[in-house]
């Protein structure tokens, strides 16, 4: 059984466009992320979300959002896609504990080129 | 800047060596991760230290991290191809005091000889 999924997996898409990425943790927990890596591999995080609140990576262009239908789901919405965007991006989940306390799962990542 | 900064950033090595992939934090650390990515694949948990001075192992891998918190080392004894893929460590507490969002280091890409 997945723990993490996230769909699509692979993503090409031209530079202007709206795309969303999907994510769905069947884990029960109650805190989703969002995470970049970029083409260097170096992973950084995006958004941190839960049913209270929401921090945001501040460095990350509003044109990114966060969109939650329910505790199991949280989906990454893009708007006006540049070339910057290609990157993996990556949903990851925890159950909520004192800090360096839980442990986060990660999805198997989706793939987004754009052109 | 980069809060975790790691070594080697690449490692190759013959099956069956040791080898050890350093992790060093700026600022003390409320709990550090250690994380696998097999090359084009997700995130992998291998472990998480929180105490000075912790050690955990599984199988083949150990992982410390030092007593002042800011350092962590991953230890692979007899390399097996199978170990090869990226090493991420991860701190929590980093990014803006957020207890919950990790920062990562740049990763330690490994390839294990045959």
């Known amino acids: 059984d997945t723990a993490v999924s996230q769909t699509p997996k692979y993503l090409v898409t031209q530079m202007g466009n709206d795309k969303s990425i999907k994510c769905e943790q069947n884990?029960?927990?109650?805190?989703m992320y969002w995470y970049k890596q970029d083409s260097k591999k170096f992973l950084k995080i995006m958004f941190s979300?839960?049913?209270?609140?929401?921090?945001i990576n501040e460095t990350v262009p509003n044109r990114f959002s966060p969109k939650s239908p329910d505790k199991a789901h949280l989906n990454l919405h893009i708007n006006s896609l540049e070339l910057g965007d290609s990157a993996v991006y990556f949903c990851?989940?925890?159950?909520?504990?004192?800090?360096?306390?839980?442990?986060?799962?990660f999805g198997p990542g989706t793939r987004l080129l754009v052109l | 800047s980069q809060e975790l900064e790691q070594s080697p950033q690449s490692l190759i090595v013959q099956e069956g060596k040791n080898l050890t992939i350093n992790c060093t934090s700026s600022?003390?650390?409320?709990?550090l991760y250690w994380y696998k990515q097999k090359y084009g694949e997700g995130l992998i948990f291998l472990m998480m230290?929180?105490?000075?001075?912790e050690e955990k192992s599984h199988e083949k891998i150990t992982a410390k991290l030092d007593e002042k918190k800011q350092q962590s080392s991953l230890h692979i004894t007899a390399s097996q191809p199978s170990h090869a893929g990226i090493y991420l460590c991860?701190?929590?507490?980093?990014?803006?005091?957020?207890?919950?969002?990790?920062?990562f280091g740049g990763g330690t890409r490994l390839m294990v000889k045959p």
């Open positions: 230290l929180q105490k000075g001075g």
């Open positions: 991860g701190a929590a507490g980093l990014y803006n005091n957020a207890g919950n969002m990790l920062t």
């Open positions: 884990l029960g927990h109650d805190t």
């Open positions: 979300y839960n049913n209270k609140e929401l921090i």
């Open positions: 990851a989940s925890s159950h909520p504990q004192d800090p360096g306390r839980e442990t986060q799962y």
């Open positions: 600022k003390t650390l409320y709990g």
